[in-house]
């Protein structure tokens, strides 16, 4: 791999317009009343900003917040693992790919998919390129450890814009 390569094996993060116009609050289910292009911020006042280039509405409560992290910590490492384990054996994506595709043949997705926990948004493989998609993960810094896996670029359609935005399944900040 020659060095441009390396920043060419980057997820392109994206918010396409019809996402845009479906971002709520995640708490109150209200419309933003100002999007600066940093912050989101609702009529509450609350604000939400951008994490690791993800819009980032995660929301933090007092009591689950060190079980979260924890947690959280634990799937990082785990998906750290996952990526490297994917650039030292060459056949490890195929494998991944020959099991998951037939579930995929036999549940075709259909329209816009909201992918709840989806991360980088591997299942764009069995998709339709034109299918409006959208991946809410809590793991907003997915994307930038998956930069330069040239395995994992090879395999999955990472090079496409991908809508992801922060957030947890219990709030998701759509309309």
Known sequence: MTVGAAEEL???????PWLRGLLVDPISKQ???????????????????YCDGVPDFR??????ARDWARGQEDYERWFDDYLDEGER???????????NGPMYEALKLR??????GGGLGH??????????YCSIDPFTAAAARAAGRERLFESYPLSAPLNLLGGHAELLPLA
């Not at 419309?31 to 900003?49: I, K, M, N, Q």
């Not at 490890?92 to 099991?99: G, S």
């Not at 299942?123 to 409006?132: F, K, L, S």
Request: hydrophobic share 35%.
């Open 10 to 16: 980057s997820v392109s993060l994206a918010v396409d």
């Open 89 to 99: 054996d060459p056949d490890f994506y195929a494998r991944e790919l020959e099991l």
């Open 59 to 64: 929301v933090r409560t007092r009591h689950s």
């Open 111 to 116: 329209g816009r998919v909201l992918d709840v």
């Open 31 to 49: 419309p933003f009343v100002e999007d600066t292009g940093t912050r989101f911020v609702a009529p509450c006042g609350l604000s939400y900003g």
């Open 123 to 132: 299942v764009r493989q069995y998709m339709d390129p034109a299918q409006e």
